[in-house]
């Protein structure tokens, strides 16, 4: 309800004034220069070829908000009217910046092109809702000049980041994946999966009570999820290991191990003894063959040896547990 009455309050495209279009013009182009500069910002240590191509995106926005101020300038004054996309209604938005960074150099790239088409769609619209020659040219100029960025972006990706620098940035960018996520999930997913099985299989064949197992089960689970979760966190901070927020790690590392173990402990929900054993027991063969595929997809280790290291070391475990 509140979000519709605020939609309500905004104006419509149509009713805005030539000099709002052009204060939403400068307003636009100001943002989309900022988030260019913390586009580049934000790369320029890791991808140092693609942040000098978002730094001189930047530039020509720069130039484009002086060319619309010099225009308003000229038609309304040097008071320009404060009037932002947020203020306009159905008027795209820009995500927020903290949003955007996480997803890699590949998601703030498409991110960049979509901005550059969404501007050149904005300046046509203007374009048709002004009569005055010098903005209706000024407009239609910007429009020509964001469809020609699209193109151009191409140009200037080749000409900053080359083949080898952009299989270096890719390369950089997959192993950061794989120190931030899939290591401490694969260790969380490992230790979830196979240190569970004792207890959880020592319970169900001590007591044949597929509740009393449940709920070891779910203790044991949340329990080393809770453990594993704080023991990342607290072992390395990331700094000198490059491998990523720990608070991030932290948490993917408790995730994995709860569900690690939650797999062969849910199978107790079943009331037929036998039969949620004979399930549980599958689902560990499920987890261990996902532990071993994502050996071999991520950490590059053969399947004879990841097979040999994971299934006889469940095996082992789950014959204790027995």
Known sequence: MFSRFLNFSKKRFDQLSEQEILALAISSEEDDGRIYRTYADGLRET??????????????????????????????????????????????????????????????????????????????????????????????????????????????????????????????????????YVQPGLAGLIDGSISTLAPIFATAFATQDTWTTLLVGLAASVGAG???GFTEVASDDGVISGRGSPIIRGIVTGVMTTIGGLGHALPYLIPDFWLATWVAIAVVFLELFVITWIQNRYMETPWIKASLQIILGGILVLGAGI
């Open 47 to 180: 991808f140092p070829d693609t942040a000098r191509l978002f730094d001189e995106m930047a530039e020509e926005e720069d130039e484009h908000r002086k060319w619309l101020i010099d225009l308003h300038k000229e038609r309304f004054g040097d008071t320009i009217p404060l009037i932002r996309r947020e203020h306009v209604r159905g008027f795209y938005n820009r995500k927020p910046d903290w949003l955007v960074k996480p997803f890699g150099v590949d998601h703030v790239r498409k991110q960049a092109s979509e901005m550059e088409a969404q501007a050149h769609r904005f300046y046509l619209a203007a374009a048709k809702r002004t009569s005055d020659a010098s903005v209706r040219k000024l407009l239609g100029d910007l429009a020509a000049a964001e469809a020609g960025h699209m193109i151009a972006a191409k140009d200037w990706q080749k000409k900053h980041v080359s083949e080898v620098a952009e299989a270096a940035e890719a390369e950089r960018e997959q192993r950061q994946f794989v120190l931030t």
């Open 226 to 228: 809770i453990s594993m």
